[in-house]
């Protein structure tokens, strides 16, 4: 899908608090755990005013730099819709928008999940076998959250492969 095949490229974006660099270690942590060269990068703004945060991961057989190169991301993970405008210029022309529409009919544990099941979300479409992306959510939260964040992350997984089983593709365009 990225000009270079051998390079998966995703931007997570969203607003402080919401959970994007969370977002990011979670797939950070389970491209690794597949055996993947691993890089990752964030801009983090005025985060904890509620300002722009975007974090880029990509993965391959051989990574060089952490940051996603404008028109080139092949997932762009929307956590506030808002943010759309300002970072679409990163999504590659057969890229894929990830956001809380493919959620519609989703009852998250918590609405601070959200970032949790759009990543699981996400891993529909990437080859990662789910026990990497269940290991890396276990290790990204305390037992005490680790319950709502798997459920989230099942929630969103499973409602992606409704999505894609419904082959709906331009939903998130």
Known sequence: MSPNPEVTNIV???LGGQGVLKASDIIAGAAFLAGF?????????MSQRGG????????????????????????????????KDA???????SGILVHSAILDSVQLPSRRSL???LTGALSAWLDIAEEHWLAAVRASFSERL????????QAGREAARAWLAGA???YLK
């Open 115 to 117: 970032n949790v099941a």
């Open 12 to 14: 997570i974006a969203g």
């Open 168 to 170: 709906q593709r331009s």
């Open 146 to 153: 680790l319950e709502a964040n798997l459920a989230a992350f």
């Open 87 to 93: 970072v679409s210029g990163l999504l590659a022309p």
């Open 37 to 45: 060269d691993v890089k990752k990068g964030e801009i983090h703004g």
């Open 52 to 83: 722009s945060v975007t974090g880029d991961v990509r993965f391959g057989r051989r990574v060089f730099s952490p940051m996603v190169p404008p028109g080139e991301a092949d997932f762009l993970v929307l956590l506030d819709s808002g943010q």
